[in-house]
């Protein structure tokens, strides 16, 4: 979740949704994405809404599970108030930050919240992202018994040099071990790494890209690392401390995880993310990129229903207040226009394996079909059959991809 918030129209006070959101809403999902902004460091390229404990002063980690509750309470109100179909939960992802740093009572209360205000839907996702260094063996144990289903291990490298670089604290040795635990606990097993971070070589990525094959995952995420402005990362490259990232050798990079990873099984259903069947996909990641609703609970969380987006005040202090005062927390929304949800609609839909429907294109973007199948960017039978399927070379190129199916 990045630090900076968008600039748009003010949020009324009472959270207040137009009638519009309710058209159509008993033909989407509902998931609720729950952010924790707390870590026990700041990483130097992480540009997410985050707090150290030095940074929160008169901020109390112990308060924060009772005002995200009360947040559920107030987003059940506001959305049965707009008249939006009631509907179970599909997919909960609890996000940071670190979640794993509050005690699993807390995480377990702010669930209970979810369950208490609409239901979980049978078989439902619930994710907890983690650090391989803030999850004990009894505890992945009760978030199962309690009903988390899958955790999202911050792997990110198995090679010290690049961690140190990254600032991540964990030893990469204690990764096989945190998986064992979960596997154990009944809980699916999702790695993220990063590549492309400045000094790491080829051959320390294919080290980190084994190391996690090794553990078997059920899914995997790999993500190029971009240096966003304000982080310490982006001051140290500019002070010429830190190397800039090579973007071909990224691209190098990004064909190898794909090699790897489909040759131990694995299939990617969206550019930076495998699994090793359907089955195991991030549900709850598929609905933000094919349009569902999700409530985001917690300081800086986005929401989106109904084609209205909103995200709430950024610093957990603001956001406390703005709860214990019984008014929204949003600091701002929009309405999305018809031809900003097209858009949105072309740029995710064309990265996921599913595909972008052809007859959704305008004649412009319909007429550049043909030259991105020429070009090797698109797959010719599929998008023969009416979907646009990117091939491996035009996931590295998704953009441009998009800029020409849009001009």
């Not at 999850?135 to 961690?163: D, N």
């Not at 190029?224 to 140290?236: D, F, H, P, W, Y």
């Not at 599929?382 to 646009?388: L, M, N, Q, S």
Request: charged share 25%.
């Amino acid at each position: 979740m990045p630090s900076a918030l968008p600039i748009a129209d003010p949020a009324p006070a009472d959270g207040a949704l137009p009638a519009s959101v309710a058209e159509g809403s008993a033909e989407r999902d509902l998931g609720v994405y729950l952010h924790v902004p707390f870590c026990r460091v700041r990483c130097g390229y992480c540009d997410f809404n985050t707090y150290t404990a030095s940074e929160i002063r008169g901020v109390r980690q112990s308060d924060y599970a009772g005002q995200a509750a009360a947040e559920v309470g107030f987003a059940r109100r506001v959305l049965a108030d707009a008249g939006v179909v009631e509907r179970e939960v599909s997919t909960v992802f609890f996000g940071g930050g670190t979640p794993t740093l509050l005690p699993t009572s807390d995480l377990i209360l702010m669930l209970d919240a979810v369950r208490d205000a609409w239901g979980l839907a049978p078989g439902a996702e619930v994710t907890t992202e983690a650090n391989p260094d803030s999850v004990t063996e009894a505890g992945l144990v009760e978030l199962a018994e309690a009903g988390f289903t899958r955790v999202s291990f911050g792997m990110q490298s198995a090679v010290p040099h690049v961690l140190r670089t990254l600032e991540r604290t964990h030893d990469p040795a204690r990764i096989p071990l945190v998986v064992e635990w979960a596997r154990a606990a009944g809980l699916q097993v999702s790695l993220d790494l990063i590549y492309g971070t400045p000094g790491e070589s080829l051959d320390d990525w294919r080290r980190s890209l084994e190391l996690a094959l090794a553990q078997r995952p059920d899914h995997l995420s790999a993500y190029a690392l971009i240096v966003e402005a304000g982080t310490k990362l982006a001051r140290q490259i500019s002070r010429g401390e830190v190397a800039q990232p090579d973007e071909e050798l990224q691209a190098d990079q990004y064909e190898l995880a794909d090699e790897l990873l489909a040759a131990a099984g694995y299939d990617w259903y969206e550019v930076s993310n495998w699994a090793t069947d359907a089955a195991h996909r991030s549900r709850h990641n598929l609905a933000y990129w094919t349009g569902q609703d999700w409530w985001g609970v917690g300081p800086g969380a986005h929401s989106h229903v109904g084609g209205v987006r909103w995200w709430n005040v950024k610093h957990p202090a603001a956001y406390a207040e703005r709860l214990a005062a019984g008014v929204s927390p949003a600091a701002g929304r929009e309405t999305l226009d018809d031809e900003t949800r097209h858009v949105e609609d072309v740029l995710l839909r064309s990265r996921i394996v599913d595909g972008l429907p052809t007859d959704v294109l305008d004649a412009s973007g319909r007429s550049a079909v043909a030259g991105l199948i020429a070009d090797g960017l698109v797959d010719g039978q599929k998008a023969i059959a009416g979907r646009i399927v990117l091939t491996r070379r035009g996931r590295l190129l998704a953009d441009a991809v998009v800029r020409r199916l849009l001009d």
